[in-house]
């Protein structure tokens, strides 16, 4: 990193997923400007994380205001103002964040990356949203002149986990997932089974997820024994570290399981028709996908047998 030459800014403000898959365009944006000042625009959860990567020089927390919060608005236009930047990356490419290109008005305009409205470098595809996460970004970037961009990856993380006393093999379980939307979980019960069947295998069920997610996994914890319940103990950096131990990772369409799949272990995403794998599923060197309807009509036998342990 540098503190002289041009200065870029780039926008992604979450979530997490989203975050995990922009690591290759982050990577492929330090490396076409290696002499540039980078800045990144995000949102507090992420500031920390990704401020250890080494590819910014700055990291500006986005609070993101909102509009009954006119003085949130003026302070993020004059930050943006007084960046002094020459071009623009939006990976966050929202309506919020094509509203920040018109923040610079009447200002000179930077070169701009994204889909705002009259922007210099325009993703200009209208089956942009047909595409998959890490195959629009890339594009979008070869459109503003970044021909390489390289998978999205975690390399760079590091984190001890000496605290939490695992003990190879374990599996990682993601059983939890968005509050708000229920419809893309499989069922706790289900689950509970599968721990249990890993464990008679002498593999340890290591249950992951947030506060938020705590009746889920204690109720997966109750019903087996064996079962070791991280929730709300982890950080970014954690899970990604656990995930290169782990024997292998099952999990709902949730963030942490693009973490633990970019980080590299086997992992099996479970899908359901509220969210399209096509879209927007994780990538890793070993990532199976499972996709039903409804997914309290997928069995644990077929989850069972599709899961790979290493």
């Known amino acids: 990193m540098t503190a002289g030459g041009e200065r870029i800014l780039v926008i992604k403000l979450g979530a997490l997923g989203d975050v995990v898959q922009a690591t290759g365009p982050f990577a492929a944006i330090r490396a076409h400007h290696p002499d540039a000042h980078i800045t990144l625009l995000t949102t507090a959860p992420y500031a920390v994380f990704l401020g250890a990567s080494g590819w910014f020089d700055d990291i500006d927390p986005d609070s993101r205001p909102g509009w009954r919060n006119p ?3 003026r302070d993020l236009r004059r930050r943006l103002r007084d960046g002094g930047y020459r071009r623009v990356y939006d990976l966050q490419t929202s309506g919020r964040s094509s509203l920040y290109y018109r923040l610079f008005w009447p200002r000179r305009l930077p070169e701009w990356s994204g889909i ?3 922007c210099s470098h325009s993703h200009a595809n209208p089956r942009r949203d047909d595409m998959h996460t890490v195959e629009r970004q890339a594009e979008q970037l070869a459109m503003a002149g970044i021909a390489v961009v390289p998978p999205p990856t975690l390399d760079w993380v590091n984190a001890d986990i000496s605290r939490f006393g695992l003990t190879a093999p374990y599996a990682l379980i ?3 997932g968005s509050p708000h939307r229920p419809e893309k979980r499989w069922p706790a019960g289900r689950f509970a089974q599968l721990a249990r069947r890993l464990a008679s295998r002498g593999v340890m069920p290591v249950l992951i997820g947030t506060r938020a997610e705590a009746d889920v996994n204690a109720m997966i914890a109750a019903l087996c024994e064996q079962a070791r319940d991280l929730t709300g103990e982890t950080g970014f950096a954690d899970i990604a570290v656990l995930a290169r131990a782990a024997a292998a990772a099952v999990g709902n ?3 942490p399981m693009h973490l633990i799949a ?3 272990a086997p992992s099996l995403a479970l899908f359901s028709q509220f969210s399209d794998p096509a879209l927007c599923a ?4 070993d990532v199976q996908i499972i ?3 409804l997914l309290s009509d997928l069995e ?3 989850v069972e047998a599709a899961l790979r342990l290493r």
């Not at 994780?282 to 060197?285: I, L």
């Open 71 to 73: 003085g949130g608005w």
């Open 116 to 118: 705002a409205t009259g």
């Open 174 to 176: 993601v059983a939890g």
């Open 253 to 255: 369409d949730t963030g």
């Open 262 to 264: 970019t980080a590299g």
């Open 282 to 285: 994780p990538r890793g060197a």
């Open 291 to 293: 996709r039903r309807p």
């Open 300 to 302: 644990v036998d077929e």
